[in-house]
């Protein structure tokens, strides 16, 4: 096989899962082709390195740049516009609602003061730790009807990142965002409007784009909180889920919108709340400008578990092994199942030994094979596999001639595995072989030891 | 907006894009929000420079927001967008004249002192070095591939070629790459 044929699989190694026959090729050629050992080992660390490259975190001017753009450009048709007048306003009024929710969870109760009891707190915008409890209230306007509390905001949920970019200025800006004349600005909402700016809102929020999520915020509720402190509120809630179950339309023209939320934790607990929140036309543009959410099940935060998975013990695993020709060297892998109730990593490199029907080790010079250039600890399952290649090659036995083939080794071969941390080795339970007798490599060079070239543990089947 | 029974609203990429073709500006809101930072990012790699890598995103998005109403109801809009996006890169090299091949390898006179300060860079500045060796055509394939993290359909999607010709595209973009990255490594240890 030529080098580029062998550098070509080499490289669709990096989109599928090579068969034994391939990589055995890539295995046997790169051991004999310093160039391709190159290729595969510059290809590797390369490509790893542009998958590791560092993320940036686009300034929050962007978005305003883009909005202020289409809405002096116009893009949409007539008919779009019109249809679209409404969700136009959506847009702003998803900001509002972002900045909404982070209201609430800036101000809170210490967790654990009630079991049972939604919790109400008054305060500005923004997010505390998870050890609070999230809500606040911010007595704008008055309730259209006693069960509509609408003089609260609740933010639920966390993030790690907090952007440092400034505060942005939004408001009248995001008024006219993707409207595409001043005639099309809208002057009314309707529900569908309500509904989109919600969810915008936990999108943006989920999507951790905290300045998207302000901008949502009506003017009376940003000027509760800076930008800063509402992004520097969301440090422990991984992902917000809303539903929401009724809109409608209270005296003021405002809707109120209706949700229920679960709010997934960092440490993996969920924290549900319910509200209202209340969307409004500000400045020519839809606007969360209130809202009422309630914690509706203050729990003791779960401990993250930080138990580290243990190594695997030879006692907790059992392994089957097959093997084929391969140029003229036989390929194969041996497979491990965690036969225990928990996790546990493989790391490093197994000795093998090839075993004749009598148990006896046939003299063999393992040496150490690297496919995936690393020495990554592989993770097992309970009942879930690992496995290990190798490459048996030049098998000489006395009489054997250069370039010809041993007899078949009667009754079969068994592989013996040691973990690299142990000295118990695990066999495999039956032998391999056709008729109860192995194939065997073909000889090379009769002065030179047969080898038994083994890689490292990897994910099986593989990623 | 679309609710099951239950009144849950749903929320996924499909139903965004319905109403993005169909006007909904607070949809194209969603979907721009969920598609900034991976083309900022992809942008910035190929031009490695934040100001130009987000004055390419921001015509990227309103070429997409000016455009969307016009697409068909099977628009795949990752593979979309990240078309707009790699064509807007290749508009700014060439509007630079930057798009040229370098050779590189022993002898060349590319070789040079830039190369010299490979005892100072770090591994990103070295990949960095290598995508900038091969050219936006090559690097564009391999940031989608290994960066961005999109299929090989959704590149040949991407590029509007045949999946096979993107696997061909991704396979000399990869020994391009190898070939850089060996010398840059090497120049590196050597320095």
């Given at each position: 096989m030529d080098c580029d044929h062998v550098r070509q699989l080499i490289s669709e190694g990096f989109d599928r899962q090579l068969t034994v026959n391939e990589r055995a090729l890539i295995a046997e050629h790169t051991r004999g082709c310093a160039s391709c050992a190159r290729f595969q080992h510059a290809l590797r660390s390369g490509l790893d390195g542009i998958h590791r490259l560092p993320e940036i975190v686009p300034s929050a001017s962007l978005w305003e740049r883009v909005h202020t753009e289409t809405s002096s450009s116009p893009a949409m048709t007539p008919a779009g516009v019109m249809r679209q007048a409404a969700g136009m306003i959506g847009a702003a009024a998803v900001v509002a609602l972002v900045a909404a929710i982070t209201i609430f969870l800036l101000n809170s109760h210490s967790p654990g003061s009630s079991n049972k009891q939604p919790q109400i707190a008054s305060g500005t915008l923004g997010r505390s730790t998870a050890s609070q409890t999230v809500v606040s209230v911010f007595n704008k306007q008055p309730s259209a009807t006693p069960d509509e509390t609408v003089a609260s905001i609740s933010a639920i949920g966390t993030s790690t990142v907090a952007p440092s970019t400034p505060q942005p200025s939004i408001s009248v800006a995001s008024a006219t965002q993707f409207a595409p004349d001043a005639a099309a600005s809208p002057t009314t909402i309707d529900e569908q409007t309500a509904e989109q700016t919600v969810v915008a809102y936990f999108h943006a929020i989920n999507l951790q784009n905290y300045a998207s999520a302000y901008d949502y915020l009506g003017t009376s509720l940003q000027q509760n909180q800076t930008f800063n402190q509402f992004a520097s509120g969301y440090t422990q809630t991984k992902h917000d889920t809303v539903t929401i179950t009724t809109t409608k339309e209270n005296h003021l023209g405002q809707f109120v919108v209706t949700i229920y939320l679960d709010a997934e934790q960092n440490d993996g607990s969920v924290r549900h709340y319910h509200g209202n929140y209340v969307v409004a036309l500000e400045h020519g543009a839809a606007k969360i400008v209130d809202a009422s959410v309630v914690w509706d099940n203050p729990v003791t935060p779960t401990p993250a578990a930080t138990t580290p998975v243990a190594a695997c013990r030879s006692t907790d695993l059992s392994i089957t092994a097959g093997y084929q020709g391969a140029t003229g060297s036989m390929a194969g892998s041996i497979v491990l199942t965690n036969t225990g109730t928990k996790p546990c990593t493989l790391q490093g490199t197994a000795a093998v030994k090839i075993l004749d029907s009598t148990g006896v080790p046939l003299q063999l010079e393992q040496t150490t094979m690297s496919l995936n250039g690393t020495d990554q600890p592989v993770t097992v399952a309970p009942q879930g596999q690992a496995s290990v290649f190798f490459m048996w090659s030049n098998?000489?036995?006395?009489g054997t001639n250069a370039g010809s083939s041993a007899r078949p080794i009667t009754g079969g071969v068994s592989f013996q595995v040691t973990l690299p941390s142990e000295d118990r080795a695990l066999v495999t339970r039956s032998t391999i072989g056709t008729g109860h007798n192995s194939i065997v490599p073909s000889c090379e060079d009769p002065s030179q030891p047969s080898t038994l070239s083994v890689a490292g543990f990897e994910a099986y089947p593989m990623p | 907006m679309e609710r099951a029974q239950w009144g849950a609203v749903v929320m996924d990429e499909r139903g965004l894009l319905d109403r993005a073709q169909a006007g909904n500006s607070a949809a194209f809101t969603a979907l721009f929000d969920q598609y900034q930072r991976p083309i900022v990012n992809y942008l910035y790699r190929m031009v490695r420079d934040r100001e130009v890598a987000e004055d390419l995103a921001q015509d990227t998005f309103l070429k997409a927001y000016r455009a969307i109403e016009r697409t068909d109801g099977e628009l795949n809009f990752r593979a979309w967008i990240y078309r707009i996006a790699t064509n807007t890169a290749m508009s700014y090299f060439r509007r630079k004249r930057l798009v040229q091949w370098i050779p590189f390898g022993p002898?060349?006179?590319?070789?040079?002192k830039d190369l010299r300060l490979a005892d100072r860079i770090g591994e990103s500045e070295l990949i960095e070095q290598a995508l900038a060796k091969i050219g936006p055509s090559h690097s564009s394939v391999l940031l989608l591939r290994h960066h961005q993290g999109l299929s090989i359909n959704e590149i040949a999607d991407t590029l509007q070629i045949k999946s096979n010709a993107a696997k061909v595209r991704l396979f000399r973009a990869r020994k391009a790459f190898a070939q850089a990255y060996e010398v840059l490594a090497a120049e590196q240890e050597h320095a």
């Open positions: 098998w000489c036995p006395v | 002898g060349t006179p590319d070789r040079g």
